[in-house]
């Protein structure tokens, strides 16, 4: 584990992650797209009430990227995430914690929108109505830029 933290810091890259379909993705693949990010876990009460707006995030903008990064420890609990909300978004599990180190989410759940390049354009952290309609706001944004 620590030869794989000093992988991440010496290269700034975290590693790649599989969805639950087994399709796998690194940063590079999301180069180019606006992308939000929604870090999540199954012990964390406002995540439940962030992965059904997730879900519908990107039924409404089809253009959008949206994956959840589940930063539980045990592959049931990422598991029952996704059946719990019947997720098709990809829902990738972060065991080896290399998506955390490099985006650093101060708490669950964080969404972050990033532009093409990779730069945070917006992030919040935890649910409201309020920072679900800023967040949304961002979107429009950064899709109409992009």
Known sequence: MI?????IIISGEPGTLQDQSGKSYSLQDLNNQVVVLDFAASWCAPCHKVLPHMQALSEEF??????????????ENYRSL???HQLTVPVLWDRDQSWIAKFDPPA?????VLDGTGSILYQHSGYSDTSW???KKAVR???TTD
Do not use: C, F, H, Y
């Open 108 to 112: 669950m759940p964080t969404t972050m």
């Open 62 to 75: 089809p253009a959008l990227r949206v994956i959840v990064v589940s930063v539980d420890n045990k592959e």
């Open 133 to 135: 309609q800023a967040l």
């Open 3 to 7: 030869a794989l933290l000093l992988l």
């Open 82 to 84: 996704i059946k719990r």
């Open 141 to 143: 944004a950064a899709i």
